[in-house]
Structure formats: C-alpha cells, structure tokens
C-alpha cells in the first residue's frame, strides 16, 4: 500500500512539475473497453496557425489552455487552428495498449504529438489531404496506436487544422474497438442496402416503362448515398483510397448533384408544371442554385460547404411548402412526399445544426441523416408505387367501359341484321319493327346515360372514401409508429444487451414495451368506442347515482401520475346533493379522459381544480381546470369533431384526436352539453352539464 501511494505521489508531482493548470488526468483501467476524452481534454486556438510544439508546451508557452466541458467539443466551422492536450495515467504493472480513434473522417489535417523516453515528441500527420496510406489503420476515419507506459502519467499533443473542428476522441482497448467497427459496419451495411435496392428497383421500373420521374429518383437517391459514403469516410477508404483533392471535394460535388436531381424529381412527382404552372417556373429556376453550389465547389471548399448549408435549408422549405400546396390541389402522391421530406428535413437540420456547433455531437446527430433518409427514401417509393397502382387502376376503369360499349356495339349490329333479313318480305311490319327498335334504343341510350351517372357517382363516393382513409391513416401514422417503435426499440436494446447489463435495466426494458403495448390496446379501445357510439349501438345503463364518488375514484386511479409531476388538485365536495340519472360507467369515462388530459397538459408542480356546481336548479355543472398550454380561441369548438387535436397540443403530446370525441357522444346521449374554455390565467376548462 506504502508503495503504490509514492508511485501516485511521484506521478502527481511529475505532471505539475511538467504542465501547467489542466484538465483532470485521465486514469486508464486495464479492463475498461473505452473512454470519451472530450472531458479531460485542454483546448487552446491558434488563430494564425503557426505556433509548433514547442510553442505551446514550453516553460512559457504563447497562450493558456482552457479545459473542455463537453463530452465531444465542437467548433462549428473556422479557419483557426486548434491543439489539444490530455494525459493519460497507467498505474498498472505494464505497459497498455490502446486505440485512440477520432470519428471525423472529413478532418482534413491531424499532428499526434507522443512524448518520447529520450525528451522531445514523435510527430505522426494524417488527414483526408494526405489519402488513406498517411493512417496507421486502413480504417473509414482516423486511429492511432497508443502505448501507456506503466506506473506513469503520459501527456498528448493533437493539432488540428480543417474547414470545421469537431472531435469525438475515444480511447478504446484494440478487442473493444474492433467490435465497435464491426457493429457500426453492420449499420452501415443495412442502410446501404436499403439504398441500393431502392436504387435497383426503381431503375428496373424506369427500363420498363420509361417515365422520367423514375431516373430523376434513382439519380437523386445514388448521389444522397454517394454524398453519405463520402461523409463517413467509408468512400476514401473504399473508392478513392489515393486521390486526396477528390476525397476532400467528392462530399460537395456529389451533395450539389444530388440538390440538382432532388428538384427535377420533386417536379415530376408533384406534377407542378400542371398543378402550378407559373411557380414551376420559378422552380426550375432554383435549379441554378446546385450548378453555381457545383462550381463555387471547384474554386473554395469553405464557401461552398457553407452556401450549400444554407441553400440546403431553403430548396428543402421552397419543397415542402410546395408539397402542401399540392396537397390542398389534390394531388394524390403529394401526401408521401410531404411526409417523406418532413422526416429527412427533421434529421438533415438536426445533423447540419450540429455541423454548425449549435448542437452536441452524439450517436444519435450523426446518425440522424441516415435514419431519415432511408425513412425519406422509403417513403418516396411507396409514393412511386402508389402512382403505379392508380395509373393501372384508371387503365382498367377505362378498359371496362370500352369493353361494356363494344358488348352494346355488337349486340346493336346483331339485331341490325337481323332486320335487314325481314326488310324485303314485311315492309310495313319493317317499319313497326323498326319504331319499336328505336324505342327500345333510346331506352338504351337512356339506361347508358342513367348509367354514367351512377358511375359518376359511384366514382365521387369511392374518391370521397379514399379521402377519408388518408385522411384516417395519416392522422393515425404517427400514434401507432410511436409505441410500435417503443416495442421494438426496447425489444431489440433487450437481445443486443442480454447478458451485459443488471436485471433491473432488463425489466425497464418489458416495462417500457409493456408501457407501449397499452397505449396501443388504449388507442384501439378508442376506436372501438367511438364506432360503437356513432353507430348508436352502444347500450346505456342508466341508474340513480351520485357525482362525487365518481371524481374521487378517477383521482385514486390517477395518483401515480399526480404525483410524478408533483401536481395539486383542489376538489371540494358541493354542499348539495349531486345525484342525478346516469350511466355510471359512462361518465366515469368522460372524467378519466378529461382529467387524464389535465394532468397531460399541467406543467410540473402544477394545479389542477374541480367543481362539481349546480346549474339553473335543474342541471349538475362539472368543471376540470388546468393551468397548462391552454386552446387557441378558434378551436374550442372544433376540439370536440373526431381525429381532431388543438394545434398547441399536436407535437407536444400526442393523441389521436379521439377522446374528446367520445366524450361528447357520451354526454349528447345523457341529454347534456360539454364545452371547452381558455382560463383567464391561462391554462383550459373543460365543463359538462348533466340534467340534474
């Protein structure tokens, strides 16, 4: 014990003899697979660029350090060059060997200062400038073989010069980083997949039927995955292992052109030289954006990566808000493609933010870009299909019709001559005949004409149900995705971490998949609900029964979630006898749904009041009161109308719209009223009367 304290001591004074005020030491554990260096790192700006080593970590170097405090610092883009220093402590028995990895394959200058027994440092350079033989691994980014003597503390030196700073140093023990690369290789490999088979597919339909929004889509969709391989490295590690310019300039070369085939895509699919005709104008126009991005490209790498983050937020808004309108013009794919660029604009804005040093850099922003556009790419196709399958739909609409008149045609012609054949024998019976062929012929055209008509209106009816089952679908999409995914989340973290983690995170995991479930079985049990309802099956059992007991039992069976958001409820019994005639069941779930939403939309420590009051002698007036987000005015009345949610509510808690519904259907069958107001002080009230 006497011994390893003086070997810490020893350590401890050799470092402060050695480098000035810095961040903590790392201590480097033998079995430990990795560690996130952004905490123990000493950052220092180098604005002009020319400072050395020996600059910077002399007796009395030219500027100070500041200690990091993120996990992965970012610096968002600069011309300034930045160093870092961290030290490494090994009280081990023996040398460990490690791997110091830096996930930024677009970095385009890297220094690795090691100091070396005899004084001085080893200075190893690389950086996607340099092509991929200036690395020690033939890896997608940037590792390097760390030696950490044994019973010492070692201090490291990194320059770093490139377009934009951002430095997710790990250090991993060499088994761990290996099957770190194998896994994030399987992900890539997925996602990759699922490009190229869209890729595939739907080249294999432009050879088929030669329209051209087909080839704008695979084009568009091969420089998306040309434009990702470049970014995450895999590319130059790949494709072009010698040629450094083109792995530093591919990334916005392949970006501009994947901008360019993007917009001719979206104007064929969206069909807008026909829907809007004169704002097409305008948008092949904004074509010129992606030739002069291309150009700016060849002539400034730091201009371009920033005039393409920019133009790359408005063609993405220019698009979506021309996808709306083509929504509203009825235009049937515009639905997909709304969505479909929704979700991409979602993780591209989330992934430039972090470009840009606005937000952290995590697994989840770099992966962003991914998950969204394979959603995107997805998304897009089905839209494809969509139109193929109502292309084919319209060809055999009008294939029947055609066959239905040629069926008349011949029957027509066959009854022509057959009174052709009579026409000499029976003239005066000819011409009866013929007067009560006419007659029969005109019925025809008027059981034709009768006929169109029903067609015409079978037709507004089918498109008036499809309208509805859009419109059904699209609002459900996203309350059934959510807890899908949860399942599926938790299910697969569950295998992948089976026998690596406690029980007791294996049990959240059922719990949050049990939680899912539930709110599955709740939504369908809506649905159900409210069919029953509309339908007038629903079977009601009215009986004498008092309010109060009522309120009390749905607060008993909503304490837990009172009491996680630490909120009050004032409810005072009335001091009059709240009995009335009501379906008990019924009204308890007209109260489990109001105070439910309540509890929903009331921030943390928040209050929640209700009144049971009596109306005009001749009705009982409840009230649920929140101090929450409140409704906007003009939706107090629409809030009640089925699928339909207050916009402030929309992305802040989900719902399917269906509750509030069901509610009103309950309380319209008891003879009542139910309404929605916003409180003075904010917040909402909502307020049923029942004949008393």
């Not at 029957?411 to 011409?431: G, M, P, S, V």
């Not at 002080?681 to 307020?687: D, N, W, Y």
């Amino acid at each position: 014990m006497i011994k390893q304290l003086l070997i810490v001591l020893s350590i401890a004074l050799v470092s402060c003899s050695q480098i000035p005020l810095a961040a903590k030491s790392l201590n480097v554990e033998e079995n430990e697979a990795s560690y996130t260096l952004g905490p123990h790192l000493d950052v220092l700006e180098d604005k002009s660029g020319e400072w050395t080593i020996y600059d910077i970590c002399c007796a009395n170097p030219k500027a100070s350090f500041e200690t990091s405090s993120q996990d992965i610092p970012n610096y968002g883009f600069t011309d300034s060059v930045y160093w870092v220093r961290f030290t490494l402590t090994n009280l081990g028995e023996e040398d460990l060997e490690r791997i110091l990895e830096l996930d930024y394959p677009t970095m385009n200058q890297i220094e690795l200062y090691t100091p070396m027994s005899g004084g001085g440092y080893d200075r190893r350079v690389t950086g996607d400038i340099f092509g991929i033989d200036s690395r020690e691994l033939n890896y997608r980014s940037y590792a390097f073989y760390l030696t950490i003597p044994a019973q010492a503390s070692t201090t490291y030196y990194i320059r770093f010069h490139s377009n934009a700073i951002n430095l997710p140093l790990v250090l991993w023990q060499p088994k761990a980083f290996t099957e770190h690369v194998i896994k994030w290789q399987i992900a890539l490999g997925i996602y990759c997949g699922i490009l190229i088979v869209v890729i595939l597919y739907n080249f294999f339909l432009y050879v088929s039927i030669r329209e051209s929004v087909y080839l704008y889509y695979v084009l568009y969709v091969f420089g998306f995955l040309m434009t990702q391989l470049s970014l995450n490295g895999i590319a130059t590690q790949v494709l072009w292992t010698d040629c450094s310019w083109w792995a530093n300039h591919s990334m916005l070369i392949f970006a501009y052109g994947c901008i360019f085939f993007a917009q001719q895509f979206a104007r064929s699919f969206l069909i807008t030289a026909q829907v809007i005709p004169r704002f097409d104008r305008v948008l092949n126009g904004l074509m010129g954006i992606s030739v002069f991005g291309f150009v700016l490209s060849l002539v400034s790498y730091n201009l371009a990566i920033q005039f393409l983050s920019i133009s790359s937020i408005f063609i993405l808004l220019t698009w979506i808000f021309t996808s709306i309108y083509c929504v509203r013009r009825g235009v049937h794919t515009a639905r997909y493609f709304l969505i479909a660029w929704t979700v991409f604009i979602a993780g591209g804005l989330l992934h430039l933010l972090k470009t840009l040093g606005i937000f952290p850099t995590n697994f989840f922003t770099n992966w962003m870009d991914e998950i969204g556009s394979s959603m995107e790419v997805i998304l897009l196709a089905l839209g494809l299909a969509s139109r193929i399958n109502r292309m084919k739909k319209k060809e055999k609409v009008i294939s029947d019709a055609l066959q239905v008149q040629n069926i008349e045609l011949e029957e027509k012609n066959q009854a022509l001559k057959d009174y052709e054949k009579t026409l000499e024998q029976k003239i005066e019976e000819r011409t009866n005949q013929l007067n009560r062929k006419n007659r029969q012929l005109n019925r025809a055209l008027e059981d034709l004409q009768l006929s169109n008509q029903k067609y015409k209106l079978a037709k507004e009816e089918a498109e008036k149900a499809n309208a509805a089952k859009s419109e059904f679908l699209t609002n459900m999409s996203h309350e059934l995705r959510t807890p899908m995914q949860g399942i599926l989340g938790f299910s697969k973290l569950g295998y992948d971490k089976t026998g690596n983690i406690e029980a007791g995170r294996v049990k959240d995991f059922f719990n949050e998949i049990n939680l899912s479930g539930h709110r599955l079985m709740n939504l369908l049990n809506d649905l159900l609900d409210l069919s029953r309802l509309e339908s007038r099956k629903e079977l009601y059992d009215f009986e004498t029964t008092q309010l109060t007991p009522l309120v009390a039992t749905i607060l008993k069976e909503q304490e837990a979630l009172l009491n996680e958001k630490t909120l009050r409820v004032e409810f005072e019994e009335p001091d009059f006898p709240d009995i009335t005639i009501m379906d008990k069941d019924k009204i308890l779930q007209v109260l489990r749904n109001l105070i439910s939403n309540a509890i929903k939309f009331t921030p943390q420590a928040g209050k929640i009041m209700i009144r049971v009051e009596l109306e005009d002698n001749s009705y009982l007036k409840t009230s649920v009161i929140d101090n929450g987000i409140g409704i906007p005015g003009d939706e107090l009345d629409t809030i009640f109308d089925k699928f339909v949610q207050s916009s402030r509510s929309k992305t802040s808690a989900g719902g399917t719209g269906l509750g509030l519904a069901i509610c009103h259907n309950i309380i319209s069958a008891h003879g009542g009223k139910i309404w929605a107001e916003n409180h003075p002080e904010g917040g909402a009230i909502f307020r049923f009367l029942l004949p008393k």
